[in-house]
């Protein structure tokens, strides 16, 4: 009977489905390898004794943390594939290993800068065409084992798959894999033997959970189809199909593959963890997993990899490995309990069940080039606050396609290494203490059996008291020295708490100097953490999962000479001194897609009670822009919204440029008018807003204009505003 719990039977029966499109001979050598494993596993499966986990979730919660995840804190991540050859995200900010989708999801953007760059765009030339370019020439895998072990990292998360259907590993069940094509070399088994000949562990991660809306028309909906330029793709060359599919559906077939690649990759390889993404289909289109109800596909899909998880730890067990999985998203995928908890550039202000910050140095995984990367000292704060609240810090870095890394993450990845040489002591294999921080002196804590570590994220020039520690007495202390420095630390017991001054020679340590205090009792406090997955996630920043980046909002004062009007109404003809204007051609375009109302909508010269053509939850950075025709004389810029829920407030910087042809999305290149909020203002059905030039003057002469919306609340993600519409007056000429 077929066993669909038993993923060697999967793979089994995915290489039978599969074996005329891949290496025919590897294939029947995995046949062969499988029946004799499946043979054996069964004959050896009722001889011995049961295995620790019985394919229940009940089951899977009682996993424990292994040792070497948490002691060992510090891991690199690696995103790294055919997207690295690209390196550029419309605005220079945000995820760019999401370009693969983008290419596809915003064509105005991406197919002139395709052309540009190659010479052609889909479906001509499409993502599968990059891949070529990708080739690992300068890659030498025991330099980066070698970088990592220098800088303190303990394991290595390498992507063996993103979201875009490549294969990083020497796959038999997709021909689109670092072997067949591209660098033609196995970069995830490569890497493996380099990092753990440095004695580290280490963890391909897998993403395959989104690939079927990646090129798709939808993104996380159980059934979509193909992009209309990826069809044509995968009609003029076949092979595609395994690349942007096979399935845009969360179909059995789609279900089994998954499962059979992430066996591949635990057969072959042998993570030390099972490090998967958010599986937002578990959230979205009808579905709430964990809280009982699914469609059919996707119950389907979670009892699969239930028993994914499953096999990965008994088979860890069976082998005496310490093996361990994640739990991502602010929804989780799994139950509480399994696995550890996980987010995006994670910042508990908690101390929280075990979680691990997978951080970025910039605003992109993959390599993006140009990227603003975060200074050496913000990186070491978080890393120093994340292990004080109980948490990992896998810090990521975006190599080039070549196989080079770039400067400034290494320059931090050294300053991290740099810091831990001295400070080490208070992070490996350190536990939390009563509290985490003490704001008023810039400090953080963390333990390690009798030792308190007090950790000071300021330079410290003037003696300071740790206030948690009022009410010890002087026994308790035994002694205070400074990590790095052999000079000698001044302290005292005071009723307010333990008082220490520090010496004049503070070492070699740079942006956090980590004072040890020694006392007679252990200083971990297990019953403080916040077991509460939720209310430990309270006040922390939501994940866009399409990987744009918000833009911090920053006022720009009205020009002198110019007035900001706001006015209110409950009809679309209440409006006295913001009239709303007659139907115009003006055409209006959107740097990113938006929903429900046509754009032409913004012009008709009509107020509805309806969203209009709004930007979705979460989407950062939307802009409407209007062509004028040609350069005018403007005399006043003025949006109406729509009170829906509280859409109607608007929040948005105006933007002009005369450019006699369109300027593109690049607001670095528009001269910036002045920014408008209006979320005090009193609820009405409609708000209207304007920057207005004195009477018989002007705000400049313009041909386009912008309003970059910014979200007006922070439900859903952030949701916009519900614009009605857009208008510019002219200024009056003699």
Request: hydrophobic residues 35%; charged residues 25%; contains cysteine.
């Given at each position: 009977?077929?066993?669909?719990?038993?993923?060697?039977?999967?793979?089994?029966?995915?290489?039978?489905?599969?074996?005329?499109?891949?290496?025919?001979?590897?294939?029947?050598r995995m046949l062969l390898c499988i029946g004799t494993f499946v043979l054996v596993a069964s004959t050896a499966r009722s001889e011995q004794v049961s295995e620790p986990y019985d394919g229940s979730w009940e089951s899977l919660q009682e996993m424990p943390v292994p040792a070497w995840f948490d002691d060992g804190k510090i891991g690199i991540f690696i995103h790294w594939g055919p997207y690295s050859v690209v390196g550029y995200r419309k605005g220079g900010r945000g995820y760019s290993e999401h370009m693969p989708k983008l290419l596809y999801r915003e064509p105005k953007h991406y197919y002139p800068y395709m052309t540009e760059r190659w010479g052609a765009c889909p479906p001509e030339f499409g993502y599968k065409d990059i891949i070529p370019e990708f080739k690992a020439e300068n890659w030498n895998p025991d330099e980066w084992a070698e970088l990592f072990a220098e800088v303190g990292a303990k394991y290595v998360v390498l992507t063996a798959e993103h979201h875009d259907g490549w294969a990083n590993w020497d796959s038999d069940l997709t021909p689109w894999n670092a072997v067949n094509k591209g660098p033609h070399r196995d970069l995830v088994g490569d890497l493996g033997r380099a990092v753990r000949a440095k004695g580290l562990k280490y963890a391909p991660s897998y993403h395959r959970e989104r690939h079927t809306g990646f090129f798709a028309k939808e993104t996380f909906v159980v059934q979509s189809e193909p992009h209309?330029?990826?069809?044509?793709?995968?009609?003029?060359?076949?092979?595609?199909?395994?690349?942007?599919?096979?399935?845009?559906?969360?179909?059995?077939?789609?279900?089994?593959?998954?499962?059979?690649?992430?066996?591949?990759?635990?057969?072959?390889?042998?993570?030390?963890?099972?490090?998967?993404?958010?599986?937002?289909?578990?959230?979205?289109?009808?579905?709430?997993?964990?809280?009982?109800?699914?469609?059919?596909?996707?119950?389907?899909?979670?009892?699969?990899?239930?028993?994914?998880?499953?096999?990965?730890?008994?088979?860890?067990?069976?082998?005496?490995?310490?093996?361990?999985?994640?739990?991502?998203?602010?929804?989780?995928?799994?139950?509480?309990?399994?696995?550890?908890?996980?987010?995006?550039?994670?910042?508990?202000?908690?101390?929280?069940?075990?979680?691990?910050?997978?951080?970025?140095?910039?605003?992109?995984?993959?390599?993006?080039?140009?990227?603003?990367?975060?200074?050496?000292?913000?990186?070491?704060?978080?890393?120093?606050?994340?292990?004080?609240?109980?948490?990992?810090?896998?810090?990521?870095?975006?190599?080039?396609?070549?196989?080079?890394?770039?400067?400034?993450?290494?320059?931090?990845?050294?300053?991290?290494?740099?810091?831990?040489?001295?400070?080490?002591?208070?992070?490996?294999?350190?536990?939390?203490?009563?509290?985490?921080?003490?704001?008023?002196?810039?400090?953080?804590?963390?333990?390690?059996?009798?030792?308190?570590?007090?950790?000071?994220?300021?330079?410290?020039?003037?003696?300071?008291?740790?206030?948690?520690?009022?009410?010890?007495?002087?026994?308790?202390?035994?002694?205070?020295?400074?990590?790095?420095?052999?000079?000698?630390?001044?302290?005292?017991?005071?009723?307010?708490?333990?008082?220490?001054?520090?010496?004049?020679?503070?070492?070699?340590?740079?942006?956090?100097?980590?004072?040890?205090?020694?006392?007679?009792?252990?200083?971990?406090?297990?019953?403080?953490?916040?077991?509460?997955?939720?209310?430990?996630?309270?006040?922390?920043?939501?994940?866009?999962?399409?990987?744009?980046?918000?833009?911090?909002?920053?006022?720009?004062?009205?020009?002198?000479?110019?007035?900001?009007?706001?006015?209110?109404?409950?009809?679309?003809?209440?409006?006295?001194?913001?009239?709303?204007?007659?139907?115009?051609?003006?055409?209006?375009?959107?740097?990113?897609?938006?929903?429900?109302?046509?754009?032409?909508?913004?012009?008709?010269?009509?107020?509805?009670?309806?969203?209009?053509?709004?930007?979705?939850?979460?989407?950062?950075?939307?802009?409407?822009?209007?062509?004028?025709?040609?350069?005018?004389?403007?005399?006043?810029?003025?949006?109406?919204?729509?009170?829906?829920?509280?859409?109607?407030?608007?929040?948005?910087?105006?933007?002009?440029?005369?450019?006699?042809?369109?300027?593109?999305?690049?607001?670095?290149?528009?001269?910036?008018?002045?920014?408008?909020?209006?979320?005090?203002?009193?609820?009405?059905?409609?708000?209207?807003?304007?920057?207005?030039?004195?009477?018989?003057?002007?705000?400049?002469?313009?041909?386009?204009?912008?309003?970059?919306?910014?979200?007006?609340?922070?439900?859903?993600?952030?949701?916009?505003?519900?614009?009605?519409?857009?208008?510019?007056?002219?200024?009056?000429?003699?």
């Open positions: 009977m077929l066993n669909h719990h038993n993923p060697n039977i999967l793979l089994l029966k995915m290489k039978m489905d599969r074996t005329p499109i891949m290496k025919k001979g590897a294939a029947m209309p330029d990826i069809a044509e793709e995968i009609k003029r060359f076949p092979e595609a199909a395994m690349l942007y599919g096979p399935d845009f559906s969360y179909s059995k077939a789609y279900v089994d593959d998954y499962v059979a690649r992430w066996k591949e990759i635990q057969t072959k390889y042998k993570p030390d963890m099972l490090w998967v993404d958010d599986f937002p289909i578990y959230t979205r289109d009808g579905n709430q997993v964990r809280k009982g109800y699914a469609k059919p596909e996707i119950k389907y899909f979670d009892d699969e990899v239930r028993g994914m998880i499953t096999d990965y730890m008994n088979n860890g067990a069976a082998h005496g490995q310490a093996v361990y999985v994640n739990n991502k998203g602010a929804n989780r995928n799994w139950p509480d309990g399994v696995g550890c908890l996980e987010k995006d550039n994670l910042k508990l202000k908690v101390i929280g069940p075990k979680w691990q910050s997978c951080t970025t140095f910039g605003s992109s995984f993959g390599y993006l080039e140009g990227d603003k990367y975060k200074s050496v000292e913000k990186v070491l704060h978080e890393m120093i606050e994340v292990v004080s609240r109980n948490g990992n810090f896998l810090i990521n870095i975006g190599p080039k396609a070549d196989g080079s890394l770039v400067p400034e993450q290494v320059e931090r990845l050294r300053a991290m290494g740099d810091w831990l040489k001295i400070n080490g002591e208070a992070i490996y294999a350190s536990r939390y203490w009563k509290v985490c921080d003490q704001k008023d002196e810039h400090l953080a804590f963390t333990t390690n059996g009798k030792k308190l570590y007090a950790i000071k994220m300021e330079q410290p020039a003037a003696s300071f008291t740790i206030t948690a520690t009022a009410g010890w007495d002087a026994k308790q202390v035994t002694a205070v020295r400074l990590l790095g420095s052999d000079a000698e630390v001044r302290w005292e017991m005071k009723p307010a708490g333990l008082q220490i001054t520090p010496p004049d020679d503070l070492g070699g340590s740079k942006v956090a100097w980590t004072f040890e205090i020694v006392t007679t009792e252990d200083q971990h406090h297990p019953n403080v953490i916040q077991n509460d997955p939720s209310q430990a996630f309270k006040g922390t920043k939501a994940v866009d999962l399409d990987g744009n980046v918000k833009t911090p909002w920053r006022k720009i004062p009205a020009p002198n000479g110019t007035t900001i009007e706001v006015e209110t109404a409950d009809a679309a003809s209440g409006f006295s001194k913001l009239p709303v204007p007659t139907a115009s051609d003006r055409a209006i375009t959107a740097n990113q897609k938006t929903n429900n109302d046509p754009l032409k909508s913004l012009t008709d010269g009509r107020l509805a009670e309806q969203l209009g053509p709004v930007f979705a939850n979460g989407v950062e950075n939307g802009a409407y822009k209007m062509d004028l025709g040609s350069v005018q004389s403007v005399a006043a810029i003025t949006s109406w919204s729509f009170m829906k829920g509280s859409r109607g407030r608007q929040k948005i910087t105006l933007y002009g440029s005369d450019a006699d042809s369109d300027p593109g999305w690049d607001l670095s290149k528009f001269t910036p008018l002045c920014t408008i909020d209006t979320t005090r203002t009193q609820k009405a059905k409609y708000t209207a807003a304007s920057l207005r030039a004195s009477a018989g003057k002007s705000l400049g002469k313009f041909r386009w204009i912008v309003w970059a919306a910014t979200p007006v609340t922070g439900n859903g993600g952030g949701e916009n505003t519900a614009f009605q519409e857009l208008a510019v007056e002219l200024a009056q000429t003699k």
